[in-house]
Every structure is written in C-alpha cells, then in structure tokens.
C-alpha cells in the first residue's frame, strides 16, 4: 500500500531561524494536503497542492509539490513561537483516501 | 468557515461499557466522514471511512464488530466502541469534509477515550 514518510520526526529551533519538513510518498500523487495540529488540538487544514512543481505561500510558510508529485515540503521562514505544533502532510492517491504522514513535531525555543 | 462538533470530549468508564461518540457537521453536508485514532505524539491512523445511507469502509486490522459507525444522515456520523477494554484507551477523532475528491478534512475536536 502507499507510504507516507514525514522527516525530520522533531525539530526544534531557536525563534527566528527557519524550519522545513519533508514528506515523501512511494507512490505518485494526486494532490497532497498539510495540517497543523496544536498541543492538545486538532489538526487544521493549512493547504492543498495538486500541481506539478506547484509553490504556494501563506506568510511565512511556503509549500512545494515536486516535480514527479511523488514529494512536498513545507518551509517557514523566521519561525515564531505560535508556529509551535506538529505539521501532517496528507497524501493521496488517484481515487484512494488521504494518507497521513507520522508528522514533525516543531518546538521553537523563545 | 467549515466546522465540525465531536461530543464528548473525554470519557472515563469501566473495562465492559461500550461508548458513543458523535460527529456533526455544523454548517455543512457531509457524505463521508472520517473516523481517525490518535495515539500520543503519534499520527492520524484512519480506522474507517463512514458514508451516509450506506455501510461504512473499515482499514485493514480494524474490527467492524468492536467499533460500530453509523451515518444516518447528513450531518451526523457516530462511532460507538463496544464492550471496551483499557486497551481501547486513545484519541478518537474524526473529520469531515465537502462533497468532491479535492475538498480539505475538517476535524472535530476529539474525543479523549480511558477505560479503567
């Protein structure tokens, strides 16, 4: 069945330095989604990509699906301490349901 | 914007009695649902998909005869696990989201389930 790896696991960073998480599919894609999930909240939908090599910025975040569509990342610039959370990538494939990925989990040391 | 109500938010009972857990879109009709399992700082393992008027899709290695769904309307999906034991202890949650293939999951916010 469809893989869905999320590196790194953790992460953390001094406010202010930037942060990125990758998450890989083995299997092409038809679109995948990010989620932010709080400490002790649910996850909440930030972005969904569907094209090929598509860029998508929301502030500071900016969100990448690969060329092959078979890879995304998320990228935030200058991180703050309200960025703290865990970051879902959700994938899909063709006719199939969203697959979570294990997440990274950002801490941001003030 | 889209909001999704889970109820209750925590539940402690017996090892035996078995638990309902409800999911309702707020402002918005759902055919399909999500019933996810969250254990801590662990990812999203999605148990079953539940579809209005019609049986629901469980993953692999989750029994149907353990964790009834329900969607019998709209708007409202139920989870109900059945006779449960402390190992049944976890985060349920659920999600909903917009009829078409591309529409964003909406999440309640959980429901945090320990059986003693």
Same mark, same amino acid.
């Given at each position: 069945?469809?893989?869905?790896?999320?590196?790194?696991?953790?992460?953390?960073?001094?406010?202010?330095?930037?942060?990125?998480?990758?998450?890989?599919?083995?299997?092409?894609?038809?679109?995948?989604?990010?989620?932010?999930?709080?400490?002790?909240?649910?996850?909440?939908?930030?972005?969904?990509?569907?094209?090929?090599?598509?860029?998508?910025?929301?502030?500071? &975040?900016?969100?990448?699906?690969?060329?092959?569509?078979?890879?995304?990342?998320?990228?935030?610039?200058?991180?703050?301490?309200?960025?703290?959370?865990?970051?879902?990538?959700?994938?899909?494939?063709?006719?199939?349901?969203?697959?979570?990925?294990?997440?990274?989990?950002?801490?941001?040391?003030? | 914007?889209?909001?999704?109500?889970?109820?209750?938010?925590?539940?402690?009972?017996?090892?035996?009695?078995?638990?309902?857990?409800?999911?309702?879109?707020?402002?918005?009709?759902?055919?399909?649902?999500?019933?996810?399992?969250?254990?801590?700082?662990?990812? &999203?393992?999605?148990?079953?998909?539940?579809?209005?008027?019609?049986?629901?899709?469980?993953?692999?290695?989750?029994?149907?005869?353990?964790?009834?769904?329900?969607?019998?309307?709209?708007? &409202?999906?139920?989870?109900?696990?059945?006779?449960?034991?402390?190992?049944?202890?976890?985060?349920?949650?659920?999600?909903?989201?917009?009829?078409?293939?591309?529409?964003?999951?909406?999440?309640?916010?959980?429901?945090? &389930?320990?059986?003693?």
């Amino acid at each position: 069945g469809q893989q869905v790896m999320q590196i790194p696991q953790y992460q953390h960073v001094q406010e202010g330095e930037d942060f990125t998480t990758y998450c890989n599919s083995s299997t092409t894609l038809s679109n995948i989604q990010w989620y932010k999930q709080r400490p002790g909240g649910h996850p909440v939908f930030l972005i969904q990509l569907v094209k090929s090599g598509e860029v998508k910025k929301q502030k500071r &975040l900016t969100f990448q699906f690969g060329e092959a569509k078979k890879n995304s990342s998320l990228h935030i610039t200058a991180t703050q301490t309200t960025d703290v959370g865990t970051y879902f990538c959700a994938a899909r494939n063709y006719g199939q349901n969203f697959v979570f990925g294990p997440g990274t989990r950002l801490s941001v040391l003030p | 914007g889209a909001v999704v109500s889970q109820h209750p938010s925590r539940v402690i009972c017996k090892s035996g009695t078995s638990v309902k857990i409800e999911c309702r879109s707020l402002d918005f009709q759902a055919t399909t649902m999500f019933w996810y399992r969250q254990f801590p700082k662990q990812s &999203l393992m999605l148990m079953a998909t539940s579809n209005e008027g019609s049986k629901a899709t469980y993953e692999q290695g989750v029994e149907k005869d353990k964790f009834l769904i329900n969607h019998a309307s709209l708007t &409202l999906s139920t989870l109900t696990v059945t006779s449960a034991h402390p190992e049944d202890s976890s985060f349920y949650i659920c999600s909903a989201s917009r009829p078409g293939s591309n529409q964003p999951q909406h999440f309640g916010d959980g429901t945090r &389930l320990s059986i003693l």
